[in-house]
């Protein structure tokens, strides 16, 4: 059986960021409406960090899957 892959809040919206930087500096480097050099170099940061940011990331997520441990939440009795 597979354990489960467990992914934190924070490690969630780091991934999320770095998709949005990824995708915007696609976008700009596509876009027309921005002047060309201006346009290219914001894209192509955007398009690093992206790229620079989510190697970490795939590591944090798939080393934490292997450590995870499935945990239950501990039970109180209501009265």
Known sequence: MKKPLIVTLPTLAAIAATRGMLGAGIGLLASARVAPSHRRRVGRVLVGIGLLSTVP???????????????????????
């Open 57 to 79: 990331l795939l590591r944090r997520v798939f080393r934490g899957a292997r450590e995870a441990e499935p945990r239950q939440l501990p039970l109180r009795s209501i009265r």
